[in-house]
T-cell receptor, first 115, second 110 residues
Framework: DSGVTQTPKHLITATGQRVTLRCSPRSGDLSVYWYQQSLDQGLQFLIHYYNGEERAKGNILERFSAQQFPDLHSELNLSSLELGDSALYFC??????????????FGPGTRLTVL | GIQVEQSPPDLILQEGANSTLRCNFSDSVNNLQWFHQNPWGQLINLFYIPSGTKQNGRLSATTVATERYSLLYISSSQTTDSGVYFCAVRTNQAGTALIFGKGTTLSVSS
């Protein structure tokens, strides 16, 4: 158990809908990262928040947005869902700002299925 | 951007065998992590190893940063070692993101 929690574990929804994925980092960690794992694209970085502020952005679609709250949990919002958004979404956390010796620890993931 | 290549893509072993997985990367890295994704999809940290050698039980890893590669050794394989092994790196250019290779799928049979 990495100490990173994600809810829900599974999510099944329809095209055009909006969903929210939630992540709680390890105790004391200030950084939260979101990654998407799909069969065709592999594991790809989406976005990184550090202590409530966006720190880095990767291949995140405009239909997707995220935020990190004062208690350091994070939410990833996916809207106008398409079939191709079906994937495993991971949250990771690290103690610092993602530089130097900072190590990322991954949660169990949320499996999203868009029908 | 940085390229991360893992080999072999697939590996089939009998229980008790040893194996070596390789990760080549195309640029200098300041972080390298090895992960095991089990059949249930969980990504488990194995090593943080931007350079040098580390061992944890039957697993060990070596990173030669100057030659831009890392090796993961699995000795006396067990069926529970099955899954996908990922190498992920971070570079100054890529910022704080981990860049993942495509993984090596290991199947260990009894």
């Amino acid at each position: 158990d990495s100490g990173v929690t994600q809810t829900p574990k599974h999510l099944i929804t329809a095209t055009g809908q909006r969903v929210t994925l939630r992540c709680s980092p390890r105790s004391g960690d200030l950084s939260v990262y979101w990654y998407q794992q799909s069969l065709d694209q592999g594991l790809q970085f989406l976005i990184h928040y550090y202590n409530g502020e966006e720190r880095a952005k990767g291949n995140i679609l405009e239909r997707f947005s995220a935020q990190q709250f004062p208690d350091l949990h994070s939410e990833l919002n996916l809207s106008s869902l398409e079939l191709g958004d079906s994937a495993l979404y991971f949250c990771a956390s690290s103690a610092l700002g993602g530089v130097g010796t900072d190590t990322q620890y991954f949660g169990p993931g949320t499996r999203l299925t868009v029908l | 951007g940085i390229q991360v290549e893992q080999s072999p893509p697939d590996l089939i072993l009998q229980e008790g065998a040893n194996s070596t997985l390789r990760c080549n990367f195309s640029d200098s890295v300041n972080n390298l992590q090895w992960f095991h994704q089990n059949p249930w999809g969980q990504l488990i940290n194995l090593f943080y190893i931007p350079s040098g050698t580390k061992q944890n039980g039957r697993l060990s890893a070596t990173t030669v940063a100057t030659e831009r590669y890392s090796l993961l050794y699995i000795s006396s394989s067990q069926t529970t070692d099955s899954g996908v092994y990922f190498c992920a790196v971070r570079t100054n250019q890529a910022g704080t993101a981990l860049i993942f290779g495509k993984g090596t799928t290991l199947s260990v049979s009894s």
